[in-house]
């Protein structure tokens, strides 16, 4: 099996993107530019990235670095963009002010490796859209397209000493992130409706899957995926003593690394209250998608990287809480991708890249897996 062609992810301008930055950067420091613009390779499917930088003519009177001195504003910044609403969104809201009051939090009241927030601007008028500005972490992120388990990508010609590195400290991104950040400190990312945090969660993610198929033709396995939810949740999710700040989009490859330690925690869209087992679920999942098309595509991959159970058993050293039902959580995680992926699919559908699909759940990259958890007996 080989991966979709990555398809379109915006219909802006990176030069106009630009332009129109230098004079909105202006208006907070006089005289500064935008210069170096580039679009991250890994640009995501959600919202955009620009990579730039912050030139001046009096780099010391703007407080940007001055002859190998540091600055109170870093010279090499990104900038955050919710997405183009005419390249058919990922996702129905893009809530910018809450992205940024997420990573305030967490820098905050963490020791994690979280960018340094400096601007947020919530006028779409200066670039078409609301956007925040960050510090820009030197490093190197593991890519999803290749995906790291094919061959020719730093972190699959590492040593298997040097991936063992990057996934303990990997974890302990979580485990930090879980201990570290009282719940009522992050209430402002409680999702709306009745019920605990995991059922309003679970409801969340069908209204977006309702929201993808609006007029469209619906996914059964993804309906039998919320069916067995239903029929399988798990006893004692509901404690409110277990609800943290989950990071929603907890995967490496939201993570820049210094070698193999990480130097940027990225991608804040998707946070919310919930149990830990939710960004469990999601990193170990999210892992065995790639594993899992490589061996398809009769690659080795990366056997025994983040295995689901030495996962759960370092989670739960750092921590003292043993992860639980994990397999409803895996399986969530494999139905929320499923979503997303049905949503960018439909988006090549929205472009002419690909004809409406007689079965949409074809579209589904992972369709084996997430029958094969269904049925139980996936791992």
């Known amino acids: 099996m080989t991966t979709a062609p990555r398809p379109r992810t915006t219909t802006r301008d990176p030069e106009d993107l630009t332009r129109r930055l230098t004079a909105w950067l202006g208006t907070k420091l006089p005289g500064a530019r935008a210069t170096a613009a580039t679009v991250p390779a890994s640009n995501g499917m959600s919202s955009e990235t620009l990579l730039f930088d912050i030139a001046h003519p009096d780099p010391a009177a703007a407080g940007l670095p001055a002859s190998g001195r540091p600055g109170r504003i870093p010279a090499a910044c990104a900038l955050r963009l919710a997405a183009d ?15 940024y009051r997420t990573m305030a939090l967490v820098a905050a009241r963490t020791d994690l490796p979280v960018p340094r927030t400096l601007w947020l601007e919530e006028d779409p008028a200066p670039l078409g859209a609301p956007f925040f500005v960050m510090a820009r972490a030197a490093g190197r992120v593991p890519p999803d397209v290749m995906p790291y388990t094919y061959e020719g990508n730093w972190l699959h010609d590492a040593t298997g000493a040097e991936r063992d590195r990057l996934e303990t400290a ?13 719940a009522d400190a992050a209430a402002f990312l409680a999702l709306p ?4 945090p995991l059922r309003r969660h679970v409801e ?72 830990r087992e939710l960004d469990l679920g999601w990193m170990i999942y999210l892992h065995r998608f790639f594993q899992d098309l490589a061996e398809q595509g009769g690659r080795r991959g990366l ?18 809480h043993r992860p639980r039902a994990m397999e409803f959580f895996t399986l969530y995680a494999a139905l929320r991708h499923a979503v997303v992926m049905l949503r960018i699919a439909y988006r090549r559908v929205h472009f002419g890249e690909v ?3 007689d079965d949409p759940d074809g579209l589904i990259l992972h369709r084996d897996a997430l029958e094969a958890m269904l049925a139980g007996r996936y791992w």
């Open 85 to 99: 609403p005419a390249a058919y969104t990922v996702f129905p809201r893009y809530d910018m002010p809450r992205q």
């Open 170 to 182: 990997s974890v302990a991104v979580l485990a930090r992130l879980h201990d570290q950040v009282p």
């Open 193 to 196: 409706g009745p019920g605990t």
């Open 204 to 275: 969340a993610q069908r209204a977006y899957y309702h929201w993808v198929v609006d007029g469209l033709p619906r996914s059964p396995l993804i309906e039998r995926g919320f069916g067995w939810l239903a029929d399988h949740w798990p006893t004692g999710a509901d404690d409110p003593g277990d609800t943290v700040l989950s990071w929603g989009d907890a995967r490496i490859g939201n993570i820049v690394y210094d070698g193999f330690a990480p130097a940027a925690v990225l991608d804040w869209e998707l946070a919310a209250l919930g149990p």
């Open 303 to 320: 056997p025994g990287f983040l295995d689901r159970d030495r996962v759960e058993r370092r989670y739960a050293r750092l921590t003292g």
């Open 355 to 357: 004809p409406v699909p």
